[in-house]
């Protein structure tokens, strides 16, 4: 099934002569993906997909870096991002997310790597894995895949699970901390 295409159209009141610009949404928006469709977009991806998910609060290299490798892992590339709910609960700061989580996924569905964005409200992504059933589950270096919940529901199903490990040494903490010592 081909993707929904979006075709809302803005018009803005211009001094030109015909009195309006029209301007169409951007094309990548058509990579954000509701959760009920997680499924039936999934299957009409290149396969094999290749799933991640995270908070990407502001994006960096790190990220962007991370994000290409594990694209490199199968033929597409889904991304599930934790609404601001739940990374209220995972106890980052009480002023995290700085991002809004719709903005955070229109950000990752702008970058050429990703081919799908999704929320999720869980305190984890087992039931979008469980859900999308991706050929490859990857997520950084940090984890230890057979350790959580999403790698080891991929692994009892037969897929494959990558560790990808830190090509630079950021994060999205050690920005806010730099912004707010003003260095
Ligand atoms: N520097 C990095 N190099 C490689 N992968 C990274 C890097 N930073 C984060 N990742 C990976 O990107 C995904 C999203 O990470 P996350 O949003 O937690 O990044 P972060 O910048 O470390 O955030 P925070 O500082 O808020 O914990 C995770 O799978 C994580 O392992
Ligand atoms: O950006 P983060 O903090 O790496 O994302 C978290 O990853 C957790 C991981 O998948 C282990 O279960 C996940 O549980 C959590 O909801 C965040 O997505």
Redesign the pocket.
Known sequence: MAPPRSRTICLIPSRSCCGFFIFAMPKFETKLCTRAELKSRVAALPQPVVL?N????IL?R??V??LAQAREQGAALVVAVNTDASVKRLG?GDDRPINTCADRMAVLAALEAVSLVVEFDEDTALEVVQEAQPGVYV??G??QMDAIPEGQAVLAYGGQVVA?P???D????KLLDKVRQGS
């Open positions: 991640t995270g908070v990407f609060d960096h790190g990220h870096t991370y980052k997520k950084g940090d984890y990808i830190f090509a630079h950021r994060s999205t903490s």
